[in-house]
Nanobody, 123 residues
Framework: EMQLVESGGGLVQPGGSLRLSCVGS????????LTWVRQAPGKALEWVGT???????TYAESVKGRFTISRDDDKNTLYLQLNSLKTDDTAMYYC?????????????????RGQGTQVTVSS
């Protein structure tokens, strides 16, 4: 069974940083593109960014230049470095696997998604 477990969320002030982690199991981690998505209260699920199995990544315009996705396939771990955080970044953050080898066409069509880790940006 494909499983994903996120960690690293918390409360941070505007302008601060966090690093989220996602550990995968039950599948060949290094073969898959991996995606971060987020959902703010009362809003739809939003794509944040994707890293393919070669390490190439792409980001939503709202986070480009502030967030960085990386992966360590030897540790079956995906990372999301969040810098220059804004109050609008407050959300539950999830890692997810899709059938697509690059950016998923529809954000809700994931094969597997973790339980999420909460990021709250507030002064």
């Amino acid at each position: 069974e494909m499983q994903l477990v996120e960690s690293g969320g918390g409360l941070v002030q505007p302008g601060g940083s966090l690093r989220l982690s996602c550990v995968g199991s039950g599948f060949t981690f290094r073969e898959h593109a991996l995606t971060w998505v987020r959902q703010a209260p009362g809003k739809a699920l939003e794509w944040v960014g994707t890293i393919n199995n070669s390490g190439k990544n792409t980001y939503a315009e709202s986070v480009k230049g502030r967030f960085t996705i990386s992966r360590d396939d030897d540790k079956n771990t995906l990372y999301l470095q969040l810098n220059s955080l804004k109050t609008d970044d407050t959300a539950m953050y999830y890692c997810a696997v899709y059938a697509s080898t690059w950016v998923p066409k529809a954000v809700y069509t994931y094969i597997a998604r973790g339980q999420g880790t909460q990021v709250t940006v507030s002064s």
